[in-house]
Nanobody, 124 residues
Framework: QVQLVESGGALVQPGSSLTLSCVVS????????MAWFRQAPGKEREGLGH????????DYADSVKGRFTMSRDFAKDTVYLRMDSLKSEDTAVYYC?????????????????WGQGTQVTVSS
């Protein structure tokens, strides 16, 4: 069982930056690919990107590529999502998730463990 706890959600203005954190069970980053998803009201859950447990390779959805960056800190058992140039359409609940080797953000079914989510609202 992997525990995940997100934090960092906030109300921000368009064009701002924000970094979300996801603290995971100790050691989990060594064994699980980590991903970030979001879900806006009335919409399906959208995969944003993942970072593999082996090599730390990252991949991002076109909708956030160049604006969002994932990173991790093994010492803190934490995965981050830095979001730049935020837009109103980025408003959603953001989730981190853990999946096995080869998991990809484009397939939500790859991820068995989920956090509770953190709200990000982009509005002037």
């Amino acid at each position: 069982q992997v525990q995940l706890v997100e934090s960092g959600g906030a109300l921000v203005q368009p064009g701002s930056s924000l970094t979300l954190s996801c603290v995971v069970s100790k050691g989990a980053l060594d064994y699980y690919t980590m991903a970030w998803f979001r879900q806006a009201p009335g919409k399906e859950r959208e995969g944003l990107g993942h970072i593999s447990n082996t090599g730390g390779n990252t991949d991002y959805a076109d909708s956030v590529k160049g604006r969002f960056t994932m990173s991790r800190d093994f010492a803190k058992d934490t995965v981050y999502l830095r979001m730049d140039s935020l837009k109103s359409e980025d408003t959603a609940v953001y989730y981190c998730a853990a999946g096995g080797y080869g998991s990809r953000y484009s397939n939500v079914k790859h991820f068995a463990y989920w956090g509770q989510g953190t709200q990000v609202t982009v509005s002037s």
